[in-house]
């Protein structure tokens, strides 16, 4: 039992580029979540997916697309990255849309330069 | 938007209580949150608390709610040097967390 998952661990960009983060989680949770963190400034939701087949937008949205793959997978994507999306991105994921519960993936640490 | 607010830094001695605060601003959430992270990980949640309670007890972790003026607090009692730790409270109506402190446990 893995937990959640979430490739790559490290990723360097160009300004421009386009990458996708993945993420999986083995607990059969029906709702998933992508968070950023920024140093002083905590986790801010970016989307979320209360149940396979709906996205909903969190407080930082702009720049990124989400697709719920299945019940398992919610990717990130970052269609031409900026170098203020530099940051740590966590995924996590809960049974229920509510915070309690919920359980986060290792992070990916993006840089762009 | 609605604010969750934290101090960033605490230190204590070994063996001394910690008292982490945090002040929200939304009063509609039913549930607030303390995460705790270690270097390189995740958050783990460390407990949580309804609205309707003043006060919740687990093993060294006492939380306290103060609804009228929208304050939290996690007392971590008998702090070891392993609870050195980023921790971040958060609310659940938006799902917003605070900047985190960073517990320091010194020998």
């Known amino acids: 039992n893995a937990g959640v998952t979430q490739t790559p661990k490290f990723q360097v960009l160009k300004t421009g580029q386009s990458m996708t983060l993945q993420c999986a989680q083995d607990?059969?949770?029906?709702?998933m979540y992508w968070y950023r963190q920024d140093p002083g400034m905590g986790l801010r939701l970016i989307y979320y997916?209360?149940?396979?087949?709906?996205?909903d937008k969190g407080e930082v949205p702009n720049g990124y697309n989400v697709s719920r793959l299945n019940k398992r997978e919610f990717s990130l994507r970052l269609e031409s990255a900026a170098p203020s999306q530099t940051s740590v991105y966590f995924c996590?994921?809960?049974?229920?849309?509510?915070?309690?519960?919920?359980?986060f993936g290792p992070g990916t640490r993006l840089t762009v330069t | 938007g609605e604010d969750v607010e934290q101090s960033l830094f605490l230190s204590v001695r070994e063996g001394d209580s910690s008292v982490i605060n945090c002040t929200y601003t939304?009063?509609?959430?039913?549930?607030l949150y303390w995460y705790k992270q270690e270097p390189g990980a995740g958050l783990q949640l460390l407990t949580y608390i309804f609205s309707n309670m003043d006060m919740k007890q687990d093993q060294r972790l006492t939380v306290l709610l103060n609804k009228k003026d929208k304050h939290l607090s996690l007392r971590i009692a008998d702090t070891q040097t392993g609870d050195s730790a980023i921790y971040f409270c958060a609310e659940e109506s938006d799902m917003r967390f605070g900047a985190g402190t960073r517990l320091t446990v010194k020998p």
């Open positions: 939304d009063s509609s959430s039913t549930y």
């Open positions: 607990m059969n949770h029906n709702s």
């Open positions: 997916s209360a149940s396979e087949g709906t996205t």
């Open positions: 996590a994921s809960s049974v229920y849309a509510v915070m309690y519960e919920q359980y």
